[in-house]
């Protein structure tokens, strides 16, 4: 009911004097506890409200106000093992103090990653490290990219103009918008895969006269880089998917939350918005860019909201959902970056098209990210249903070493041994029945040299650290599992098994959202595939 009411207050000014927005600008100008005190007598909330929303987030709290350079800690660059000597060397330009972490910049297929001054970069040597820090000059995220199959989201757009024209075709034929969409069964590339025209249908029947479309382009999972891909690439295509979802169910309204991390798909997204206006081809629809501060739980769609919001990033119980009682309470159609860039495609050459690419179950193609232990990283648009063997050796061209495992589809995806590959198809069906996940179709390789056992503890730890802590099962259950993992490797000390997997358990059941309720896959597949390397820490049952 708290939470009710704060939103309640927070719609009042909405977008345009964005309680979230006021609460990051502070933060970042060091601004006084008067100030952040006169913001929530501005919005007549309770100081508590507004310090507990900036105490949250990495980029807005307190201690690291004074962090001047960001460190990538992110998953890939971990395996990689590059982040150690990066670390060293810039802590020849700067203290300890001045040393802030970032959870995943995008920068997984070349590693050595970092922000500084408001923007990436891979720093390999010390050398290129000492001209960064002196020119701050933007350096270019470059990387391969391709395609296996009829190319949908790596296709060029010719003219903008002609391209959004296909609005003005289906601009009032909402019906035949959601039927173009169900038939090519189109399902959400978040992760969860949820048929995407049921959002849209659901929200249409809503009778209210505000409604939002919100993408979440908060790409946490480390390893993956599909979304930044698309804002800073294909990024009409992204806000088309949006006007058109708006124009469909009756929203004005598109709200782009994309992380903090990505600065670069924040500047580009912005001046794609600006040029659409001044050709004026999305009429009085309007378009807002929220940035993120630094949260992994933020992906999951009601903590987005409730971030937008300017509460604490915390999930939301449901029902109700998005569709009757999204953002500030309002029926909201949500949906990621990759869903919303496939929609004009569908559009143009219809549903039966796109669900003829594909399987039946899993249509049309997926963006796999390749990190850098391919010998050709990048991003790849693959037709669904092609083998994981054909994509690691044909697109990404093998390996520079040995590899042992991948973990597929972010630190909630499956870990999978590399000898299961030839098995598997790149579609929701193959890797669920598997025991894995698809999740955003990144790839973070774990070599043969790194222990498994560290990675599990770098899975609960990052669990532990990026919690919302609503739910005891994830604030806990994460924490107390990094304990022992660490506990087993430092101390003459074997984790018991039983109360292990009962830990797994109380995951996997008891918490509100996917990030408690996931991390026990990848865990559970290294403990199948990885036994030999992992029994040495544990008692036998």
């Known amino acids: 009911m708290a939470n009710k009411n704060i939103r309640t207050l927070s719609s009042r000014k909405e977008l345009n004097d964005n309680l979230f927005e006021n609460i990051a600008d502070l933060s970042h100008k060091k601004a006084a506890k008067e100030d952040f005190q006169e913001l929530a007598k501005r919005f007549l909330i309770d100081d508590s409200v507004v310090a507990g929303t900036a105490s949250f987030y990495d980029f807005t709290r307190e201690k690291n106000r004074n962090k001047k350079i960001h460190v990538c800690s992110g998953t890939a660059c971990m395996t990689a093992k590059t982040q150690s000597n ?22 997984c297929h070349t590693n050595n990653a970092f ?57 009032n034929k909402p019906q035949q918008v959601i039927e173009e969409i169900k038939t090519s069964n189109l399902r959400g590339r978040g992760g969860a895969g949820f048929p995407f025209w049921f959002k849209l249908d659901a929200v249409i029947k809503e009778d209210n006269k505000q409604k939002y479309i919100v993408c979440n382009a908060d790409e946490g ?16 295509k992204v806000l088309f998917g949006m006007y058109m979802a708006g124009l469909t169910v009756g929203a004005n309204t598109g709200v782009l939350y994309i992380r903090g991390e990505y600065p670069d798909s924040i500047k580009l997204v912005s001046e794609a918005i600006s040029e659409l206006k001044e050709k004026d ?13 630094g949260s992994y739980v933020c992906g999951e769609e009601t903590a987005l909201l409730n971030s937008i919001e300017g509460l604490r990033p915390e999930v939301r119980v449901r029902p109700p959902y998005p569709a009757q009682y999204g953002l500030f ?28 690419l594909g399987t039946k179950q899993s249509t049309g193609t997926k963006l796999v990210s390749l990190d850098s232990f391919f010998n050709k990283p990048g991003m790849y648009e693959i037709e669904m249903g092609t083998d994981l063997h054909t994509i690691f050796y044909e697109y990404g061209n093998g390996f520079k070493e040995d590899i042992k495992a991948f973990q597929v589809g972010g630190p909630l995806g499956g870990i999978i041994p590399m000898h299961k590959i030839g098995e598997l198809t ?26 498994i056992i560290k990675f599990l503890e770098h899975l609960m730890e ?80």
């Open 462 to 541: 990052y669990t532990s650290d990026e919690s919302c802590g609503k739910c005891y099962p994830c604030r806990i259950g994460s924490f107390r599992g990094m304990e022992m993992l660490q506990k087993a490797q430092n101390e003459n000390y074997k984790i018991d098994r039983k109360l292990f997997d009962d830990l797994l358990e109380t995951l996997e059941i008891g918490s509100l959202c996917a990030l408690g309720g996931g991390v026990p896959l990848p865990v559970k597949n290294a403990l199948q595939y990885f036994n030999d390397e992992l029994k040495h820490y544990f008692t036998s049952n």
């Open 115 to 171: 922000m500084f001054n408001g923007k990436t970069f891979s720093s390999s040597t010390e050398g290129e490290l000492n001209t960064i820090i002196s020119e701050k000059k933007h350096q270019e995220n470059k990387y391969n990219i391709g395609c296996n199959t009829t190319p949908i989201l790596t296709s060029k757009i010719e003219n903008i103009s002609e391209f959004y024209n296909l609005a003005v075709k289906f601009k």
């Open 329 to 356: 309470g309002k029926p909201t159609v949500l949906s990621n970056v990759e869903t919303f860039a496939n929609i004009h495609w569908i559009l143009e050459n219809g549903g039966n098209a796109y669900a003829n």
């Open 86 to 107: 990066l670390h060293k060397n810039i802590g020849k330009h700067f203290s300890e103090e001045e040393i802030g972490h970032a959870a995943c910049v995008g920068r």
């Open 221 to 236: 999972d480390p390893g993956a880089y599909s979304d930044m891909y698309l804002m800073e690439h294909q990024a009409y």
């Open 281 to 293: 081809l999305i009429g009085d629809f309007r378009f807002k860019i929220i940035r993120g501060q």
């Open 426 to 451: 790149l579609d929701f069906e193959s890797l669920n029945t598997n025991g894995f996940l698809l999740g955003h179709a990144s790839v973070v390789s774990i070599p043969k040299d790194f222990p």
